[in-house]
């Protein structure tokens, strides 16, 4: 856990490779936790944000909701209540970096590919066979070893 002074401070110092939340309290300092959350959503930013608040109305808690808030917590916040709505978050943020790292090594092996593969691939996608595809890119389909045909003699 990491305490910011202020929402600027939470914007120049998060580590955003790092799985984690943040738990916004209402009436922070400087900028609002709405315009927070609001500046997150412009940066694309995936963190699950967490409103705690003694303060906040049922407008506040249905528009953090909609905006992507995970929860909105009024204080005093029970322990295991925050603890519950910690975890949750966490884990979506952690699923979260689990889909972004997948989808960065999808990428780089589609960069590694020539553009003829990628041609091949775009083909396959588009649900083309393989003899399609070939016949299309005026290849030969090269045969696979178990579709050979073996002649035998008989004695």
């Not at 500046?39 to 409103?51: D, G, Y």
Request: charged share 30%; aromatic share 4%.
């Amino acid at each position: 856990m990491r305490p910011y002074a202020s929402a600027e401070d939470f914007l120049n110092f998060d580590d955003e490779r790092v799985p984690d939340c943040v738990i916004f309290d209402i009436h922070m300092p400087g900028m609002s936790e709405i315009e927070l959350q609001k500046e997150l959503a412009a940066r694309s930013s995936r963190i699950p944000v967490i409103f705690a608040t003694a303060h906040g109305d049922n407008d506040t808690a249905v528009q953090a909701l909609k905006d992507g808030a995970a929860d909105f917590l009024p204080k005093p916040v029970k322990a295991e209540r925050l603890l519950l709505a910690i975890e949750k978050a966490v884990e979506a943020d952690l699923r979260g970096h689990e889909s972004q790292s997948r989808l960065e090594s999808a990428l780089a092996l589609w960069e590694a590919l020539t553009p003829r593969e990628k041609e091949v691939a775009r083909g396959i996608v588009r649900g083309e066979l393989n003899k399609q595809v070939a016949d299309r890119m005026g290849i030969t389909e090269k045969p696979s070893r178990h579709t050979e045909a073996h002649c035998c003699s008989s004695s």
